[in-house]
């Protein structure tokens, strides 16, 4: 598991959930500002549909892999990522950047294609003609190479049935009659990764184990609906990051961690590019592994262990018939943590991105779930993440053994795809 630091830098930022929506404003000229990035991962995230729950992270991830080589195909100062097509050094990094960008959402979401116009024509204002020019001509190639490259990954593959006997400790559907989600994700195509199953979990502890027996009590405690030990600020954490599956949820939150970090070390427009690349594949394969560990292992849920906790063996644990978690589980297994791996993989990547784990940020969650503002400080990246999966305990929704699971395989895929993606080119 990564280690938490404390360097005890003092300039903090904030992070805007639900932001007022970023002004695409024209080119200043500059080729090199890291904003063309910033701006078109916030016109993805005004425009991406929410009713791609999770796969939204694989939009994500195509969007900036195609922004990332558009710019190193110009600047060369990294491995691609994926491809890397000949650029005149004259050729605008900002317009290959931003027709990249504009021609792999019209790929993905073609009927709004009026707005990316929009969008990118505000991009390119304010360029030399015949540098952006030249620009577009990159951008364009880039995007056609990697929107092919994921036409075919699985994302789009039928859902294939799920189904596991009744017998203690394997998966059951919480509500009867609805079947397995996301049983895609183990057949797709990885960004980096090998497989999804490069960096599966181990099998969990034993259901007569004594640490089995500790976090299931943990979950049964804190995670009840009507909970007593649970305080107010765990409720609110776990209601807060329960917005995994909205447009202006998890996504979101990352996205601008990831902005404000970039502003933070004043990074360019390639290291910013590389930085969102990094991140947002590495969450993506990291969702793939710890979904798959789901099917592969088949674990069932607080709600289905803690009621038929009397045909499990352990002595330590007690059923409770009528136990309820906080949240609505998920329609699949739940060893490892989805949300766990999520914020695991996304922290560990932006720490090796930028350097460092150690940048304090304020974030600022502004009417998610029909809560009021809720401003929370962070000291790094880490702490957030930690968050991130303890709420899922808190929902009543994961043993804690879930999210070490994914917190320690979803950190090596960060730290996997940092070593052998888009690495430093030798002078």
Not at 384 to 408: L, T
Request: aromatic share 8%; net charge neutral; proline share 7%.
């Amino acid at each position: 598991m990564y280690a938490k630091r404390r360097s005890g830098i003092a300039l903090a930022f904030a992070v805007l959930l639900s932001c007022t929506p970023l002004s695409l404003a024209a080119s200043s000229g500059n080729d090199d500002s890291r904003e063309v990035v910033v701006q078109w991962n916030q016109v993805l995230q005004d425009t991406i549909p929410a009713a791609l729950g999770p796969m939204q992270f694989r939009i994500y991830a195509i969007l900036n892999v195609a922004m990332f080589d558009a710019a190193n195909s110009i600047k060369g100062a990294y491995t691609p990522y994926h491809v890397s097509v000949r650029a005149s050094s004259g050729a605008s990094t900002t317009a290959a950047v931003a027709q990249a960008a504009h021609d792999v959402l019209v790929g993905l979401f073609p009927t709004n294609q009026g707005v990316y116009d929009t969008a990118l024509a505000n991009s390119l204002a304010g360029l030399p003609s015949g540098r952006a020019r030249q620009g577009v001509a990159v951008g364009r190639v880039v995007a056609a190479r990697v929107l092919q490259w994921r036409a075919n990954d699985g994302a789009s593959a039928p859902a294939t049935p799920y189904e596991l006997p009744t017998i203690p400790g394997l998966w059951q559907p919480a509500a009867p009659g609805v079947p397995a989600g996301l049983t895609q994700l183990p057949g797709m195509t990885p960004f980096a990764i090998k497989s999804t199953t490069h960096f599966l979990p181990p099998r969990f502890p034993e259901l007569t184990s004594a640490r089995y027996a500790i976090d299931f009590e943990e979950v049964k405690t804190l995670g009840s609906a009507t909970s007593a030990a649970r305080t107010a600020e765990q409720t609110q954490l776990a209601r807060l990051f329960a917005g995994v599956t909205t447009t202006t949820g998890i996504p979101v939150a990352w996205n601008n961690i990831a902005r404000d970090a970039a502003a933070h070390h004043s990074l360019s427009l390639i290291d910013t590019a590389r930085v969102y690349a990094l991140m947002t594949t590495s969450m993506m394969d990291g969702l793939m592994t710890s979904q798959t560990s789901k099917f592969v292992y088949g674990l069932w849920r607080p709600i289905t262990a803690i009621r038929r906790a009397d045909e499990d063996l352990n002595p330590a644990t007690t059923a409770d018939p009528s136990w309820t978690p906080l949240l609505g589980t998920p329609p699949y297994p739940s060893y490892a943590g989805n949300m766990a791996c999520l914020g695991a993989s996304a922290a560990r990547a932006l720490a090796l991105g930028v350097g460092t784990n150690d940048v304090p940020f304020t974030v600022l969650w502004r009417g998610s779930a029909g809560n009021p503002d809720v401003p929370k400080a962070y000291s790094g990246f880490w702490q957030f993440a930690e968050d991130e999966a303890d709420s899922r305990i808190y929902g009543g929704i994961h043993y804690r053994f879930d999210n070490e699971a994914s917190q320690v395989a979803c950190s090596e895929i960060a730290e996997y795809v940092h070593e052998t993606k888009m690495r430093p080119m030798r002078p």
